[in-house]
């Protein structure tokens, strides 16, 4: 699976992993210090065409690994493997605690693909975000306390190309992984160019147990 030429290591995911993860300091110190300045990763998967950039501070990578690791579904006992391509790119393989590599499937076609492939050598993992992207849009929000206070929350402005929403939408359905949903109400920000979810939005946010600095990925799905 590694190329030799391809310096790697992996690190186990323990409690608190979301708000960092540290380098070996073995790899650090061959392949990391003093070979370049960028203090930004660029991480890939197999999951997506997405590039997620990290900052690295000294040895531990911060900012944007919570990201890359919700976008992911990553938990608690997988293992990650981290294999540097070129200039602070890496290629990141995922294994679940079968120690079977994760792969990230549409959640209709799990029990195909299951059935059809070796449940020794593939763990599948069909609630990640990768499995979303045959959705209409995908993105990422994070709960902050200015967007509980006003109740509202920004859609990224990628968001109005979506064919699943139109200016005429007054109304949006908000359903989480367990199938319950919350009704809430749709806007269009002129003098922004954005859409932005208000009246709901905190009520969503309280009947889930949401804390600040939590990440919820959407996706579009529908029309209107």
Not at 155 to 175: D, F, G, H, W, Y
Request: with cysteine; hydrophobic share 35%.
């Amino acid at each position: 699976m590694a190329n030799p030429h391809e310096p790697h290591f992996f690190k186990p995911l323990l409690p608190g992993f979301h708000s960092g993860i540290t380098i070996p300091l073995a790899f650090f110190s061959k392949h990391i210090e003093g070979k370049t300045n960028q203090k930004t990763w660029k991480l890939r998967s197999d999951a997506s065409d997405q590039t997620w950039e990290v900052i690295q501070e000294g040895r531990t990578r911060t900012g944007g690994w919570k990201y890359f690791t919700t976008a992911h579904d990553l938990q608690i006992g997988d293992l990650v493997i981290f294999k540097h391509k070129r200039d602070m790119v890496f290629h990141v393989i995922p294994f679940g605690p079968s120690c079977c590599e994760i792969q990230f499937t549409h959640p209709h076609i799990i029990k195909e693909e299951a059935d059809a492939g070796d449940a020794d050598d593939i763990e599948i993992r069909g609630t990640g975000a990768m499995s979303s992207f045959s959705f209409d849009y995908c993105f990422l929000a994070e709960v902050t306390a200015s967007n509980l206070k006003a109740d509202k929350l920004y859609l990224p402005k990628r968001a109005t190309s979506s064919t699943a929403l139109n200016k005429q939408c007054q109304e949006m359905i908000l359903v989480n992984k367990e199938g319950n949903s919350w009704t809430a109400s749709l806007r269009f920000s002129e003098s922004g160019g954005m859409y932005y979810i208000t009246r709901g939005w905190r009520k969503f946010c309280r009947d889930n147990k949401c804390d600040i600095g939590d990440l919820f990925v959407f996706n579009l799905v529908g029309d209107g």
